[in-house]
């Protein structure tokens, strides 16, 4: 595994600085050379696992016949995550990344301890496809509704997606894992290197290993299995697999590389949907759609390639995560702009932005629905614990050992 010279990584580092302070990953399409700097040489788990593999799960059965359904009415609610820190001496170094990495995202202990109070609370996952349906009105237009959702008595729904899973370039050098990788038995596992530089698998670093493990032990979290939503850019590849094409490079080695990365990524794929594991786009270059200036055409450009690179390799998808959490054409509450025409047009339905609650609401004028997802991150859990009571104490979740001081709102 090469790292990142410093020549390239000190550039990148003011790219994730900026990128950071703006609310997500880098934006645009210049990314530095990846085969260079890809650990695919290391699709195979070459190290010892860090722990006993565990078997493939069986299917999951939750809830069985013997549970009683109920129709659920009110609100589902929906939370999204970033990938998790695990290595917080490399993500909290006092380095130009370290503001950013604070206020949007939650370590490894923190995901633990949220995912405990979630399942405690009552919480049971559900698929973002399940709580919504097209059907044709009176009129012999197409609408959006809500789906007639069943789940367990007592049990409350929720929807969980996980923005950016695409094991940036600049995170590979700041606490987080490199890439999913199959293990022996066909199980998941994260690749990545230790503060150390030695090469680590794992179950226990990443947010979707560990979120299958807590599913495995805790059945009834689940219905019938379901994880959640992984909403991919594609400008770096997908899943830590560099599938993207590069403007800058077009050369025959590279492309031969990106079709063994593909080929690499497909079974991991596949392996995620047979899991209850789901996707949806994030748009390709994360890009801004409420930016002022922001065109049409290029949105369109944007929506082809994801289409091209991404849609491509996951299949279809109804789901759309705005990068930012920036609604497009300025504001797509009060109106339904060309922008949106466009993106609903190529098959999106589900638009989700974020916001303080998990608002929805269903649109009069075109067949789509806009919700937002609430944040558990950095500066929710530090100025906005009243707000999440529902889902967890942020003065028992934050991870005081780790985090730097930028202080917080509980005594
Ligand atoms: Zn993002």
Redesign the pocket.
Known sequence: MKRLSSALFLPLCLVLLLSLLS???PTGTAAPPSPAVSPSSAAEPSPEPSSEPSSTPEPVVYPGPDIPLTVWEGTVEHLFF?PVVCYPELAFDGDSAEKGIDDWMITVTEYRRILDSLYEKGYILVNLNDVWEEYTANDGQTRMRRAQLMVPEGKKPLVLSF??VNYYEYMLTNGFTHKLILGENGELWSYGLDPQGNEVVSQDLDAITILDQFVEEHPDFSLNGVKGCL?L?GYQGILGYRTNTESTDQSPEFEANRQKEIRAVRPIIDKLKETGWYFGS?TYG?INLGKEGRTLESVQRDTRRWLDEVGSLVGETSLL?Y??GARPDGDDVRQSGPMFQYLQSEGFRVFCAVGGSSYSKIKDDICAVICDRMHPDGLTLRWSRERYLPFYDAKEVFDYEVRPDYGYDFE
């Open positions: 609310g997500c990953a970033h923005d950016d909403c850019t994030h994360h995560f990068p930012h």
